[in-house]
Nanobody, 121 residues
Framework: QVQLVESGGGLVQPGGSLRLSCAAS????????MGWYRQAPGKERELVAT???????NYADSVKGRFTTSRDNAKNTVYLQMDSLKPEDTAVYYC???????????????WGQGTQVTVSS
């Protein structure tokens, strides 16, 4: 059983910062890509940022220069540092991992339960 547990969401004023964390636990053989998606009310879930096991990153255009993702492979943890937050960043943020739970199982997607980020004055 694999679990992804996010932490760090909350309410912040425009221009402020938040740091999200997500730890993967349970039966894990290897983790390929980890990252973050978000879903605002009435909108589809969208990619925010991803990072491979080798450290290559990919960001949505809307967050480039403001958000930074990183990971600690030894801790199976991914982070999202969010700076210069805007009201349009308000959404539920979901942790994502593309991983293999055992040598005999295929690599597949896993998701966290989501954490609310609200940017408002």
């Amino acid at each position: 059983q694999v679990q992804l547990v996010e932490s760090g969401g909350g309410l912040v004023q425009p221009g402020g910062s938040l740091r999200l964390s997500c730890a993967a636990s349970g039966s894990i053989f290897s983790i390929n890509t980890m990252g973050w998606y978000r879903q605002a009310p009435g909108k589809e879930r969208e990619l925010v940022a991803t990072i491979t096991s080798g450290g290559s990153t990919n960001y949505a255009d809307s967050v480039k220069g403001r958000f930074t993702t990183s990971r600690d492979n030894a801790k199976n943890t991914v982070y999202l540092q969010m700076d210069s937050l805007k009201p349009e960043d308000t959404a539920v943020y979901y942790c994502y991992a593309y991983l293999r739970s055992s040598w005999s199982r295929p690599t597949r997607d896993y998701w966290g339960q989501g954490t609310q980020v609200t940017v408002s004055s």
